[in-house]
């Protein structure tokens, strides 16, 4: 080809270079090996479903895997992991191209497309995402070694990773600036880097002889260590290159509050003990871990230095099953009982206080980059303590056994559910003629908690107030089982659902209201798998309708300075951040501020989990969340969640701050505004 066309000789002085086909057989055969063998422990798990709604799924796979939707929420981590994400991307695409036209275009069609304006746009492209490859990299290793973030580990092949990175980009930089040492064609400034390095080289005085023999040399060993970078890499963490699409395509497309249901008469096993007991999915996820550390950052028990860390967990279970997995296959292969191993996965690789310190949050899922699922995880092992152990802390035995015999996890008699409408008119669906548009599911906190009632009266003065049609269950309501699934008591849980739906299915309503979003939760995500399939409203929600249809009327200005504290299971785990906040900024002198963590970022009271009925060891997770709203100076901290409100309280009094500031439910506020009394 004439010299006059941009354009560049593939393989330029390069003698032998058929041999490079051999080391890249080799260095896949290496990789394809590594990957063939976690395949294998992957399918040590059982079955799990997770093939539906495949377009849905390849979009997922765009927005989050190609796209970095998740990975760009966080600034610096986010920005570094673009700039080498998509550096090594561009210049994989132009190593691709080169070998399409070196290997088939050319020798089968002499057709030579790496030319003219093409070739020199494509050679513009390859240099400016190298020098971002490289600038990412940099940010990678000034991170971890003068930042050095809280969750972020440090450990020795991070270093030798980062090194790598470095060594091939330069070095590929290093072989293109001495090519265009040597040839000096006219066209290479469209190749900036690549040209001032050349510039450099001939500035020297070192002979063109001289300056090829060093190309040769450098071109062996980028090829070499690029190779061995490629063989290396499902032996080490990055191996989520390749496992993360996989698992983010794989993801749960089930609603984000929902944990699985145990077949209770069928099921060996309850709950998970082995890596036999969780799925492949499960399985996969401990290989999609980049170790970044958001769930970590996120979580509220790391935040508060409990036992818990995301992060820590999933590396543990990754390791445990490096370790036991090839000896469960072995005992499989052979025919063998597989439940044992030598080394215990509950106890010992993962200690139960561990277990215990998860609130459910949802913030470790919702950080997580690659959507790796924790809490079901957590849950499966706590359904193994309680169900097959009898191993849990002490405290909950009691809860157990007033959810069982009471109904309720504070013990008092179903007879008292009703107490709280004293000097109410509030209608019992047992003496309601017809269908009512709202069934009012008062909860158990609702009914026997003095601060929820309060809540429960006043959600009951704005609908009369309104001319809402609805009714309670009143002493017929049980509690809908929440703390007892998210403690691992899946047998009390399905008793009180089964219980629940069956009542439920007694009268006429066309939606269940609740002021607990944890009820809301387990409503909407959870009972439709016992035939409960109902319309649920959270109490927020119909207010901010009742406010925007003119229902009620706010009449009175309350003066004061509101922050809002999210629910993990309103907004988390339902996607409810909207309505609570719009019947806030309708609240006459009403001045919303939000805090640093709200929304989707929001942190956790530290009663999720059904950790509201266990002891909890300072630093309290209630306590660093007051600590967050009393940077705001607000006269109140508005919460739309009885567990929320009794933490937040309680925070607000142990801090001694019950001066500056106070805990009211959203409804509290409407009542206030309407001018009636609590």
């Not at 044992?340 to 996965?345: K, L, R």
Request: net charge neutral; aromatic share 12%.
């Amino acid at each position: 080809m004439p010299q006059s066309v941009p354009t560049r000789e593939i393989y330029w002085n390069i003698d032998g270079h058929g041999w490079m086909y051999l080391f890249v057989v080799l260095a896949l055969a290496v990789f394809f090996y590594r990957f063939y063998q976690r395949y294998r422990l992957w399918k040590i798990g059982g079955a799990d479903r997770r093939l539906d709604q495949v377009g849905r799924r390849f979009k997922l796979v765009l927005q989050y895997a190609l796209g970095q939707g998740r990975i760009v929420k966080v600034r610096y981590p986010g920005l570094m992991h673009v700039l080498i994400f998509s550096g090594f991307l561009v210049l994989f695409i132009g190593t691709v191209l080169v070998g399409i036209q070196v290997d088939f275009t050319q020798p089968l069609f002499s057709v030579v497309f790496l030319k003219n304006a093409f070739y020199l746009y494509f050679s513009l492209f390859l240099d400016v995402f190298g020098i971002l490859a490289i600038g990412g990299v940099l940010l990678a290793i000034f991170r971890r070694v003068v930042l050095r973030p809280r969750n972020l580990s440090n450990r020795g092949q991070d270093a030798l990773i980062l090194g790598l990175f470095l060594l091939i980009l330069v070095t590929g930089f290093l072989i293109e600036g001495l090519r265009i040492a040597v040839l000096n064609p006219g066209w290479e400034r469209w190749s900036p880097l690549g040209w001032v390095l050349g510039q450099g080289f001939r500035a020297t005085g070192v002979s063109l002889a001289t300056l090829g023999n060093w190309h040769v040399y450098l071109w062996w060993f980028h090829l070499l260590i690029s190779l061995v970078f490629i063989a290396y890499m499902p032996y080490s963490k990055l191996f989520h290159i390749f496992t993360s699409p996989l698992n983010i395509f794989f993801q749960s497309l089930e609603p984000k509050g929902k944990l699985n249901t145990l077949d209770l008469e069928e099921s060996e096993t309850f709950g998970a003990s082995s890596l036999t007991h969780f799925s492949w999915k499960e399985l996969l996820d401990r290989d999609a871990c980049t170790e970044c550390g958001r769930c970590s950052d996120a979580c509220p028990a790391t935040n508060t230095d409990k036992p818990l860390s995301p992060k820590d967990l999933i590396v543990a279970l990754r390791d445990h099953l490096t370790l036991v997995g090839p000896e469960l296959q072995a005992k499989r292969q052979a025919g063998e009982e597989i439940e044992g191993t030598s080394v215990a996965m509950v106890g010992e690789t993962v200690a139960e206080d561990v277990l215990w310190s998860c609130t459910t949050c949802r913030a470790c899922m919702e950080a997580c980059p690659v959507f790796i699922e924790h809490i079901p995880k957590i849950v499966e092992m706590r359904r193994h303590l309680v169900l097959e152990e009898s191993r849990f802390p002490s405290e909950l035995t009691t809860s157990f056994k007033n959810m069982e015999v009471n109904g309720n996890p504070w013990g008092i008699s179903a007879e008292d559910r009703e107490k709280w409408t004293e000097g109410l008119s509030v209608p019992r669906m047992r003496e309601v003629e017809g269908e009512v548009d709202y069934l009012f599911w008062v909860g158990c906190a609702g009914a026997f908690d003095a601060r929820s009632q309060k809540v429960s009266r006043a959600m009951v003065q704005i609908l009369n107030a309104a001319g809402v049609k609805y009714a309670i269950l009143g002493k017929e309501e049980t509690c809908t089982g929440d703390p007892a699934r998210r403690l691992g008591n899946e047998y009390l849980f399905q008793m009180m659902a089964e219980q629940n739906v069956e009542t439920l299915g007694q009268y006429k309503f066309k939606k269940i209201l609740t002021i607990c979003p944890h009820c809301f939760n387990t409503f909407t995500n959870e009972y439709p798998d016992f035939g409960g399939h109902y319309q649920v409203v959270h109490h927020t929600e119909l207010l901010d309708e009742l406010i925007r249809e003119g229902k009620i009327t706010l009449k009175k200005s309350l003066n004061k300075k509101v922050t809002y504290h999210d629910s993990c299971y309103l907004g988390r785990h339902n996607d409810i951040y909207q309505a609570p906040r719009a019947v806030l900024k309708a609240l006459p002198g009403v001045e919303l501020q939000e805090m640093p963590r709200s929304f989707e970022n929001g942190f956790c009271c530290g009663a999720g989990g059904g950790r509201m009925w266990m002891e909890e060891h300072h630093p309290k997770v209630n306590h660093n969340r007051v600590d967050e709203a009393a940077g705001l100076q607000p006269d109140v901290v508005s919460t739309a969640c009885p567990f929320c409100a009794t933490m937040i309280a309680d925070g607000i009094n142990e801090t001694a701050r019950e001066e500056q500031m106070a805990n009211q439910d959203i409804a509290l506020l409407v009542l206030e505004a309407l001018e009636l009394k609590a």
